[in-house]
């Protein structure tokens, strides 16, 4: 007997309907999988029991399942909080989760047909069916070996999600697309990666200022160049998954873009990383047909399938931490106590960006409406119509600084003429809306966006306060004092000195901004040299933990007490370590001040960092 069969017979044996809107292996249709068409109609004489049917699955089959899934959740809460970790407790609450939600809401098309709510329905099945996938994967992570006892149904669920898709290739095996294709190019791109940082060696404390400078310089290219290596290789690997959507889904009924933002876009992305992307349309699907007009919105529906079914691909690496599918009775984001669930089993690496609420950097987008915002947001749209995400108002609405994540995109699969566009329509948007200056409103609303989020990083992120606050007890969070105390404020300039070209590295800001003779010599080797440290760290962290690890369990400093070496010296050693804390105070002391100039750091300063660098 399946999980699938076992769990129906406990929940109750007296409900005949249960079994009705139940997964299936045949052809034949589930009720629960009901696809009906934009034109269907019933009769009177036939809707009376479909009615009657609705009625029951939503008062009472949809408060049942509800209520079990809620339990199931207290229990696993429960077992958490006694410290009871077992993997094979959660391995079991996990896939029955997955299998209630999964027909929790599959029950709601039919229901459908009569409200006239497709889309909307439409929306919750797919985000059912990722949820349930990844609750699965998840169940396989923690207990490897019974691998075979949960495939069989979360085959089943891949085969209703290309069911569901309408798509031409039904056949397709996700299982063993993931494990032949996806799977090797990951494995590969990870391995050259860690022979790279074999040969990044750590520069001497005791070496003269002029062979200081050679050193620095061959990290910075060799850096440089392995990012754009890691760069390349994870957009061929998100290119084939693409691809290879289109290819089972049938041809695109208009030209597409797939375009990757975030550290994709700014060449800064880890074999570990999470895929932020967004689904650019051609301008045409606007010329040709109205936004409400059928065709407009078949051809969206298709986009919305092509990202669930990629969705569900990458979700078989067994790579998606549980919270970042926000499950609601695990982790609720509109409730903070009601949002506790911590996955300490799934390794993060290699997927879509979470559903957090302020997150949500993928085409399917927000979908939970919230009291302060109650709207969502979808990335998949005309070029014209994302591009009015930048705008100021725009994006505050949006509340996640998308408009900011946009002007920086990368190119991964479908027309590259589309994303060439998006770009070029992204830097005249920009353009416009931050000058030229209008003598009545001397500051524009771009502008002004800009500079107050940056006192906001600056205060956030301010490298003097996080060195101040390290208690060599406590762990301490790497992304946050080593890569975005330093990446932050780069690009930051980069925006405030219209440097908008995409895809975008702080190495090509950098560089524009020296060209425009805003840095000197000496300041670009500086800031480039502590964007490779950045990097290096972060890039050697990952791949020791094989995983996206920011956490740090380790004291920052060294002293006789302790007899290991730090996570971030044994990285790069304590000179560049100490370099980088020095250039990093050195760059927002610039930014306080509003010039360019680095400055030598005063006395009392130095002794703070090298004391934090086990050096005095």
């Known amino acids: 007997m399946s999980h699938l069969q076992l769990i129906q017979q406990s929940l109750d044996p007296d409900t005949v309907i249960f079994s009705q809107i139940t997964l299936n292996d045949g052809d034949e249709e589930s009720p629960g999988l009901v696809q009906p068409t934009s034109n269907a109609r019933m009769t009177d004489e036939q809707s009376t029991p479909v009615k009657t049917l609705c009625r029951y699955l939503d008062i009472h089959m949809k408060d049942f399942l509800w209520n079990k899934e809620l339990s199931l959740a207290k229990d696993l809460r429960k077992c958490c909080d006694e410290k009871e970790r077992s993997e094979e407790f959660q391995r079991r ?56 006892e949960i495939k069989n149904d979360l085959d089943k669920l891949h085969r209703h999600v290309l069911k569901l898709a309408k798509v031409q290739c039904d056949q397709f095996d996700v299982d063993a697309y993931v494990n032949e294709v996806v799977r090797e190019k990951i494995k590969l791109m990870r391995e050259e990666t860690k022979l790279a940082l074999d040969k990044l060696k750590h520069i001497p404390d005791d070496v003269s200022s002029e062979r200081a400078h050679e050193l620095e310089m061959d990290k910075i290219n060799r850096v440089k160049t392995l990012q754009g290596y890691i760069a390349a290789k994870y957009t061929d ?169 946009l002007t920086k995109t990368s190119f991964v699969s479908g027309f590259q003429s589309i994303c060439d566009k998006f770009s070029q329509q992204v830097t005249d948007q920009i353009q416009s809306l931050m000058g030229p200056v209008d003598p009545v409103d001397p500051v524009p609303r771009q502008h002004e966006l800009i500079l107050k989020q940056l006192k906001e990083d ?96 380790k004291p920052l400093y060294y002293n006789i007490l302790n007899s290991f070496v730090p996570d971030l010296v044994a990285a790069v050693g304590k000179k560049s370590m100490n370099d980088y804390f020095k250039i990093t105070w050195s760059l927002q002391t610039m930014i306080h001040r509003n010039n360019y100039n680095m400055m030598e750091i005063d006395t009392d300063t130095n002794i703070m960092i090298l004391f934090q660098m086990g050096m005095f």
């Open 237 to 405: 690997i998100m290119k084939s998954v693409s691809d290879k959507c289109v290819e089972i889904m049938g041809m695109a009924p208009c030209r597409y873009c797939v375009a990757g933002m975030g550290s994709l876009a700014r060449k800064e992305i880890t074999p570990y990383s999470d895929f932020e992307h967004v689904i650019l349309l051609d301008d045409e699907l606007l010329q040709n047909h109205d936004e409400n007009s059928v065709q407009y919105q078949s051809v969206l529906e298709y986009f919305r399938w092509f990202s669930a079914l990629f969705h569900v691909i990458i979700l078989r690496l067994g790579q998606t931490i549980i919270p970042a599918v926000s499950v609601p009775s695990l982790n609720n984001n509109q409730i903070k106590e009601h949002n506790w669930f911590y996955d300490a089993h799934t390794p993060s690496g290699i997927s879509f960006d979470g559903m957090v609420l302020h997150t949500c950097k993928f085409p399917l987008g927000r979908q939970e409406k919230t009291k302060n915002k109650p709207w969502t947001t979808e990335l998949i749209k005309p070029v014209t119509k994302m591009v009015e995400c930048l705008d100021a108002d725009v994006d505050l609405k949006n509340g996640y600084h998308l408009g900011d994540i």
């Open 458 to 553: 600056l205060n956030d992120f301010d490298v003097g306060k996080l060195l101040m606050r390290f208690n060599p007890a406590m762990s301490f969070n790497i992304k946050r004092v080593v890569y975005r105390s330093s990446t932050l404020f780069i690009a930051a300039l980069g925006r405030l000195n219209s440097v908008h070209q995409s895809p975008c590295s702080c190495y090509d800001i950098i560089q524009k901004l020296t060209e425009k003779r805003k840095f000197d010599s000496e300041t670009a080797h500086k800031l480039a040299y502590s964007i490779s440290i950045a990097c290096e760290v972060r890039l050697k962290i990952y791949c020791l933990k094989r995983k996206q690890d920011d956490i740090s369990h």
């Open 93 to 148: 609450f996990t896939f029955a989760m997955a299998v209630l939600i999964l027909i929790e809401n599959l029950s709601s098309p039919i229901t459908a047909l009569i409200h006239n709510a497709l889309p909307a329905i439409l929306t919750t099945i797919r985000f059912a069916l990722i949820r349930s996938a990844a609750l699965m994967n998840a169940a396989i992570v923690r207990k490897p070996s019974n691998v075979d």
